[in-house]
């Protein structure tokens, strides 16, 4: 989700192929700035600034900002009112973030009010680049969060929390109602920070993905059962101290580590 502003020609419609919402809780806007605890020092990138709203905030905290922007319409109205920032007009999924890291010589922090329909592909991303990425402070739709916050043996627990607790700390850092927003959306949404970790155990992190997948395609069958036809049939669960009898969803994320590891070494991928 993005932002709205009234300029002094127009204000600009939110497209349904961006998935945008526009934010317009100025309280809102400022307690997620706050939440980034920005130093002077540190390098920003906000994705889908759309009309600067949250901008608005972050510069008056942190001086090195880039601002992705993908909506060709708000270009010239974010380099006019934020001439400090460095707008970047691109789809965010495609934009290489090694640029920036290069020239900052340091991690970067991403914030955004981001399009709820390309969430997971957007923390993938974060994930994969999380070499040069610290943490992130991101608006997404509440049920989401809470499936990346579930735990084992609930319903929520799935793919999106195996796989984003195992590289990441989420946290839940507050709730927001839809009527801060225009067009008002039917869900509830939620700011969550996400902490990068700067290293995991796991030995592959393809196969660990394609693992939990597998084991999470048919939620009601067995281990065994999900992995029948599949390159882990061959893999001894029980050499992993898992019972081939369990479901995915009884499965904690350090579980899930432990089997790919195993996997990759007996498999050798």
Avoid at 82 to 99: M, R, S
Avoid at 241 to 260: C, H, K, M, N, Y
């Amino acid at each position: 989700m993005q932002q709205d502003f009234q300029n002094t020609n127009r204000k600009v419609k939110p497209l349904k192929k961006f998935g945008q919402n526009y934010l317009k809780d100025k309280n809102i806007l400022r307690k997620i700035a706050d939440e980034m605890h920005l130093l002077e020092g540190d390098v920003v990138i906000e994705i889908g600034p759309g009309t600067g709203a949250l901008t608005e905030f972050l510069v008056e905290k942190c001086k090195n900002i880039f601002a992705v922007e993908i909506d060709s319409r708000v270009i010239a109205d974010l380099e006019n009112r934020f001439p400090e920032v460095k707008t970047i007009h691109a789809d965010f999924l495609k934009f290489n973030l090694g640029g920036i890291f290069q020239s900052a010589n340091k991690k970067v922090r991403i914030a955004g009010n981001i399009p709820y329909n390309i969430t997971s592909p957007i923390l993938f991303k974060l994930i994969e680049a999380r070499a040069m990425v610290s943490d992130a402070v991101l608006m997404m739709q509440l049920e989401v969060a809470q499936r990346i916050l579930s735990q084992p043996n609930s319903k929520e627990y799935g793919i999106l929390s195996a796989f984003i607790n195992a590289y990441a700390k989420p946290e839940l850092c507050f709730k927001v109602s839809p009527n801060v927003f225009y067009p008002k959306p039917k869900v509830s949404s939620a700011v969550m920070r996400f902490s990068f970790f700067n290293e995991t155990p796991i030995l592959n992190d393809k196969l660990y993905l394609q693992l939990i997948k597998t084991a999470f395609s048919k939620r009601r069958k067995t281990l065994k059962n999900c992995f029948a036809d599949t390159i882990f049939e061959a893999v001894n669960l029980k050499e992993c101290g898992i019972d081939p009898s369990q479901r995915a969803e009884t499965i904690p994320v350090e579980g899930f580590i432990t089997l790919a590891n195993y996997s990759h070494t007996i498999l050798g991928k």
